[in-house]
């Protein structure tokens, strides 16, 4: 099988929700309004109710309460909530990997981390509209996902090799299936028809430095997502962000200290927004 394959056969096998389908082909539609995308996604109820909660959230730090999705695409902006849709409906697709294979609320867990560093990382980095970045990170390893829930038993040999070391997962990907989870991240991400930015970031997040593009994002997701290893390794900040790619440091212009400033909060801010996403058998 390759990550093309897996792919296809991941789109046979699960659907995305219908309200975020009709968002997708309405979003560039110059005749649909706010209201409009708003009266869509408020028919999946479960889904409106977990951007409500997320939008209102204080990592958006909006001081007046947002009651309706019309109102938090005026905030947020139509292409973000998009975005924040699928990932926030992703906990929803993959919710049957065994457990044994991964822990999904650890597993978003982590993603929501990174996204949080990420994109605190890119105001100090005076990035326009830096939340844009918690989308990216939420989704960064989405590739993985796949893996675990069509080929579980190369999954799980690849675990074995591994022993819980993140950086060696790429390159025993490589050896057991002939590709990277961070090729399948780009394929699913394009296919589901996502910003460039999020498919080059996972793609790259890895390897920053071979990024054709969006490199000073990628960059900031590779920092994060090391650092969100530091939740489950055993491991000093400094040792962690010893891995951390001389050229992600070179591209943001951020220093070890830059980023260690910004941590004390992040943990509990991430345990928040993951009882916002998550199904409550998940987290």
Known sequence: MTAETLVKDLNNLVSLPQAY????????????????????IAQDTDLSARLLRIVN?????????????????????TSDLHDLALATSASRIFKDIPGELMDMGEFWGMSVYTGIVASTLAEKCNILHSERLFVQGMLHDIGRL??????????????????????LIPAAEQ?????????????????WNLPESIQTVARYHHQPQ????????????????????????DES???VL?????????TTGLKPQDVESILDDVPQ???DILKLMLPAEAG
């Open 269 to 271: 801010q991430a345990a």
């Open 242 to 250: 010893a891995r951390v790619a001389d050229f992600a440091w070179q």
């Open 237 to 239: 900040v400094d040792e």
């Open 175 to 191: 050896d057991v299936l002939g590709f990277t989870h961070a090729e399948v991240g780009a394929l699913l991400t394009r296919e």
């Open 210 to 233: 071979l990024a054709p593009n969006h490199q000073i994002e990628t960059s900031l997701i590779h920092i994060s997502s090391i650092l969100a290893e530091c939740e489950t390794l």
């Open 21 to 40: 389908v009709q968002v997708s082909q309405m979003i560039n539609s110059p005749h649909c309004s706010a209201v409009d995308i708003g009266k869509i």
């Open 146 to 167: 796949p893996i675990y829930l069509r080929l579980p038993k190369k999954a799980r040999d690849i675990l074995l090799i591994t022993d819980g070391n993140y950086d």
């Open 57 to 77: 959230s204080s990592f958006y730090g909006i001081p007046v309460p947002i009651e309706t999705i019309s109102r938090a695409i005026t905030i947020v902006g």
